[in-house]
């Protein structure tokens, strides 16, 4: 990956009254899970199109698309030794 890692970075777009969401990154390791993603069986996740750099074609970043459904914001849960017993 041609960016450091300071410079890696997720955006993620979406607009009130539109179902679809569109992700832009530059984060190797987001950019792994959301290829899984595109390639599951009946996955509504699609590649929408590659960023490369020009003089070396190395990919810098992807862009890609899924219903805004998909999309969730989720709060951190704390973890209490109680919940260790069986």
């Known amino acids: 990956m041609a960016l450091p890692v300071h ?11 539109s179902d679809m969401a569109v992700i832009y990154t530059s984060d190797s ?10 390639k599951s069986v ?6 929408k199109e590659v960023h490369r750099l020009q003089d070396t074609e190395e990919i810098i970043g992807k862009t890609y698309t899924c219903p805004k ?6 709060t951190a849960r704390k973890h209490c030794s ?3 017993a069986f």
């Open 7 to 17: 410079e890696q970075e997720t955006n993620i777009i979406f607009m009130r009254n």
């Open 29 to 38: 390791t987001t950019m792994t899970k959301l290829d899984k993603k595109v």
């Open 42 to 47: 009946n996955s509504e996740w699609k590649l």
């Open 69 to 74: 459904s998909l999309i969730s914001f989720r």
């Open 82 to 84: 109680s919940q260790n």
